[in-house]
Nanobody
Framework: QVQVVESGGGLVQPGGSLRLSCAAS????????MGWYREAPGKQRELVAR???????NYADSVKGRFTISRDNTKNTLYLQMNSVKPEDTAIYFC???????????????WGQGTQVTVSS
């Protein structure tokens, strides 16, 4: 089993910055992809940014140039640096990891419990 835990959410003023972290632990053989998603009230969960082994990160158009995704494979940790935040960035942010848990070529998707980000003055 794999556990995924997000941290770093909170209240931030428009134009400010926030850094989210996501750590995975448990039966991890390899992590193929890590991503951040968000869910605003009354809206569907959407991709914010995703990092896949061997590929350039991809971002939602709404966050390009403001958010940066990064990963530390030695710590099985994912980060999201959020700069120049806007009220419309307010949402619960979820971390997703695509994990191979053994030598078998099978991947499983794991989600964290989410962390609230509120952008307001």
């Amino acid at each position: 089993q794999v556990q995924v835990v997000e941290s770093g959410g909170g209240l931030v003023q428009p134009g400010g910055s926030l850094r989210l972290s996501c750590a995975a632990s448990g039966s991890i053989f390899r992590i193929y992809a890590m991503g951040w998603y968000r869910e605003a009230p009354g809206k569907q969960r959407e991709l914010v940014a995703r990092s896949t082994d061997g590929r350039s990160p991809n971002y939602a158009d709404s966050v390009k140039g403001r958010f940066t995704i990064s990963r530390d494979n030695t710590k099985n940790t994912l980060y999201l640096q959020m700069n120049s935040v806007k009220p419309e960035d307010t949402a619960i942010y979820f971390c997703n990891m695509e994990v191979q848990t053994s030598g078998l070529p099978v991947r499983y998707s794991y989600w964290g419990q989410g962390t609230q980000v509120t952008v307001s003055s």
